[in-house]
């Protein structure tokens, strides 16, 4: 109840002059290229594709949620580690005015409780990580944005190479911060 407590504090009390970022990675994004062409719409006919496809890798992506603004940051990588995380919440404080205290709210990921992680907070004081309770990964609102992007993009997606699917992703990232939307 207390971390459920601190991330909803967060959202509708967060501290003056303090940026809150929801984290979480979307692992394992594969990068199918269908063997058959998307059949269109057609009167009473959903769009359809076949169920071949040719699997050319996969693509993790690390995302911040900017609860104040709707803003998403985002970033590939081919693994899903301590060292990327750590390497994601550098780029988040990089982008944030220097000294401006920063929220995080993640997941429980073993990969988000490391030494790597520890000694990152240790040297960035301004940075406070917030864990949603076990099993509540839902109350991280950066999982809605997650949705969208999966509905948007990646499930009905064909890509022809794993930097075709990075680029793409980065794209709809660049076209949703042209209008972000905040979760109310």
Not at 68 to 73: D, L, R, Y
Not at 76 to 92: C, N, P, Q
Not at 138 to 166: C, H, M, Y
């Amino acid at each position: 109840e207390a971390k459920a407590a601190d991330v909803i504090g967060l959202y509708l009390n967060p501290p003056a002059h303090a940026a809150v970022f929801c984290v979480d990675e979307k692992t394992a994004i594969q990068a199918l290229d269908r063997k058959d062409p998307v059949l269109p719409l057609s009167p009473g006919r959903a769009e359809r594709h076949g169920f071949e496809y040719y699997r050319h890798g996969t693509l993790s992506l690390y995302a911040a949620f900017n609860t104040k603004t709707g803003e998403v940051m985002g970033k590939t990588a081919e693994r899903h580690t301590s060292a990327e995380f750590v390497a994601f919440l550098t780029d988040i404080v990089v982008n944030q005015p220097p000294g401006q205290e920063i929220h995080v709210i993640a997941d429980n990921l073993s990969a988000h409780k490391t030494k790597r992680v520890a000694a990152f907070l240790a040297e960035h004081r301004n940075v406070h990580l917030h864990f949603t309770p076990t099993y509540a990964s839902w109350l991280n609102q950066v999982e809605l944005w997650f949705a969208k992007i999966e509905r948007d993009v990646i499930a009905r997606g064909v890509f022809t190479s794993v930097p075709d699917l990075k680029r793409k992703l980065m794209r709809y990232i660049r076209h949703y911060n042209k209008a972000p939307k905040i979760v109310k």
